[in-house]
């Protein structure tokens, strides 16, 4: 059983987001993952991540957004995590502005629902706003790490 712990790395993280944008983010979330090999090719990725979106929201509250894409541009199952200094216009479960956001790529091939479980397991974690507060004001991307691995 994968755990979200498993599908993080420190170079997929990301504290200080540039963008102002739910777009932006999500393209630069996605160079985070195509510089580091988890991605053949981030164009495709980002559509079908822009695709899912267009679906339902992914803002859950809390300033937090949970955006996926099932794409078979993903070499490994993984996310990338992104902070922004300025909240994003996000359209949201509580109608509020996120400036955390953690982006899973998911292996179109990946047929056991691992994303599924993942998705549950992420929710479960950011459903506390104690950890929610944490995340947010985290030094490092060692200790964004730590905090969903406990």
């Known amino acids: 059983m ?4 498993d599908v993080l790395r420190a170079d997929r993280i990301a504290l200080d987001l540039n963008s102002d944008t739910k777009e932006g983010a999500l393209e630069e979330l ?5 510089n580091s090999g988890a991605l ?3 164009d495709a990725f980002l559509k079908d991540v822009l695709s899912r979106e267009s679906i339902s929201t992914t803002g859950i509250g809390n300033g937090i957004a949970i955006p996926h894409g099932k794409s078979a541009n993903v070499l ?3 996310a990338a995590i ?7 216009e996000w359209e949201s479960l509580d109608d509020k502005p996120v400036n955390f956001i953690v982006l899973l790529a998911v292996n179109e091939n990946d047929r056991t629902g691992v994303h599924v479980k993942l998705l549950s397991q992420m929710a479960r974690k950011l459903a506390s706003e104690e950890t929610c ?9 060692e200790e964004i ?3 969903f691995s406990e």
């Open 2 to 5: 994968m755990n979200v712990s």
């Open 145 to 147: 790490t730590a905090i």
């Open 82 to 88: 992104g902070r922004c200094d300025k909240p994003i």
């Open 76 to 78: 490994e199952t993984t």
């Open 40 to 42: 053949t090719d981030k």
């Open 133 to 141: 507060k944490r995340l947010v004001d985290a030094k490092s991307a």
């Open 30 to 34: 996605t160079e985070l993952l195509y």
